[in-house]
């Protein structure tokens, strides 16, 4: 309050009138929500209004001149460690509503993107901007930003968020950890996320083809280390590694430095590469490369049927009778039983009538005769 006091006193003494007043904030320090303090909240929302409740008082502004307060967008939707910005965001927005409700000229925007103008390629600046650009966030295109802001000083006090969004980008990103309406009453944002809800192709058939080929003769041993190394690889695509021998197989995506960006991007490598469709919560579910190496190995070879016990019990009858000599009145017994099991359960295969008996002979067929004598007596 001071140093407002002092700036707005300085230029009344030399002549000059406060007529408008952009108010930009100053620039929060990113902290995880879990993180934030109670202090370093307080702390955050001061820094962040700057001063702006007094800027009426202090400079003696009058309803006409127009007030505007400039925000970030991260305080609309949210944003990793931005909760204190969106809180003094947030009161921004509030300052402008009273202002205007009181009959003053007032204007709140969150802004997208700005390309800082003569930032070298390699600064922070540029780095930020280019990350922007992945998530589907553009740097705004300066001369209609400032038609916006214009728009927005005619229009009135109403909020407004200015942005360029590429929703094909953003809106799966947006909505990777969770769903949200928020973005509803976009158009183009509903149709990137109404298609990406309809069931999805696979990758290339041919790319799972070749994949089962090349990992076939190996053992699972040996089919788990070569999906381990494929995912190491993709892993460091992703995040910008050196090499594949930088990812450590047992720690978590998230240590490795995986976003919400990150991990779609990986996801996207690794559906391309082996021809799977893969949820876009891969990394979350299978939190690190040998957790995800165990589950492509069970989705690239899908495990078979178990068989049944009988098969075990028929493989035990089979040996048993093979050691019986072949004149062993035992021999003929076992034989004639499983006949008449093979018997029995062909029929019940068949079409499930019942079987002829000794009780209803009279009215059996031929067949059901001959079949019957067979079961009891044997073929002679």
């Given amino acids: 309050r001071e140093g407002w006091a002092r700036r707005v006193e300085g230029l009344a003494a030399a002549g000059v009138r406060v007529r408008a007043v952009v108010h930009t904030g100053a620039e929060t320090q990113r902290v995880r929500l879990a993180e934030l303090t109670g202090t370093g ?43 204190a910005g969106a809180a003094a965001d947030a009161c921004l927005e509030a300052l402008a509503g009273c202002r205007g409700a009181a009959g003053g000229r007032a204007a709140w925007l969150a802004w997208g993107v700005w390309q800082e103008p003569g930032a070298a390629a390699d600064s922070a600046a540029a780095r930020r901007a280019e990350r922007a650009a992945r998530q589907g966030l553009p740097a705004l295109d300066p001369r209609l930003a400032l038609a916006v802001l214009r728009q927005a000083l005619d229009g009135g006090a109403a909020p407004l968020v ?22 509803d009453a976009v158009p183009a944002a509903r149709r990137v996320l109404d298609a990406a809800h309809r069931p999805e192709d696979d990758g290339p058939a041919e790319g799972l083809a070749a994949l089962r080929e090349r990992l076939a003769p190996l ?47 990986f996801r996207n490598r690794l559906r391309a590469a082996i021809g799977l469709s893969l949820p876009a919560t891969l990394v979350f579910d299978y939190p690190t490369s040998n957790a995800l190496a165990g589950y492509l190995l069970t989705e690239v070879f899908p495990a078979e049927p178990a068989a049944h016990p009988a098969y075990g019990r028929l493989d035990e009858v089979e040996a048993a009778l093979a050691e019986l000599p072949a004149d062993d009145p035992r021999r003929s017994g076992l034989t004639h039983r499983l006949r008449m099991l093979l018997w029995k359960y062909e029929q019940e295969a068949g079409d499930g009538a019942p079987v002829a008996d000794g009780q209803d002979l009279d009215g059996a067929s031929a067949d059901e005769v001959f079949a019957l004598i067979d079961r009891e007596f044997g073929q002679s």
């Fill in 162 to 183: 200015v942005a360029d969004v590429g929703w094909e980008r953003f809106a799966p990103l947006f909505t990777l950890a969770r769903a949200s309406r928020l973005f």
């Fill in 219 to 265: 053992s699972p041993e040996a089919r788990t280390t070569a999906l381990l190394e494929l995912v190491r690889t993709h892993v460091a695509g992703a995040l910008r590694y050196p090499a594949a021998e930088a990812v450590d197989p047992d720690q978590p995506f998230k240590a490795l430095g995986f976003d919400s960006l990150a991990a779609v991007e």
């Fill in 41 to 83: 909240l307080a702390e955050a929302v001061s820094a962040g209004l700057g001063g702006a409740e007094y800027l009426d008082e202090l400079c003696g502004l009058e309803p006409g001149d127009p007030v505007v307060y400039f925000s970030s967008v991260a305080g609309v939707w949210g944003g990793g460690g931005h909760a």
